[in-house]
């Protein structure tokens, strides 16, 4: 698992955009900027549909603490990313890219299987901070759990 003061790994993710789906390179994406990055194990399930709207109730106090943007991963494709963030009415305060071959994930170091579930490998769930790719906070649950990758708890460590 990736940690703190290492480099982000270079991945590909996506984003639909107006012409179709967008592959963007991680850390051209995510260089000079402070980012928060809270990464969820799949788009519109009921733990992570508790977990984000907390980031998106949050996020002018968030970015207030210095942070340029929120991003919000899953190991989904782009176009389910884009209906939760529609669903959701978060467009304006959390930008949802997706994972959706789980390269990001796998090359952190946090790639769970979920096979068990029927959802195959997925992202674990965590937040974290990251300062022109370099990180500097990481918070991963353990399990189920919705504890430590909470937008509350991201605030306290900010």
Known sequence: MIKVGEQLPSAKLFKLGEKGVDA??????????????VSVPSAFSSTCSIQLPGY?????EILSKGIDEIVCLAVNNAFVMKAWEKHLEASDKVTF??????????????????SMIGFGEISARY?????????EAVFVEAGTALEVSTAENLLNNL
């Open 24 to 37: 963007i390179e991680s850390t051209e994406y995510l260089a000079d900027k402070k980012v928060a990055i």
């Open 97 to 114: 890219l997706s994972d959706g071959n789980g390269e990001f994930s796998k090359a952190m170091g946090l790639l769970a299987d979920a």
């Open 127 to 135: 937040a974290a901070v990251a300062n022109n790719n370099v990180l």
């Open 56 to 60: 998106i109730e949050k996020s002018e």
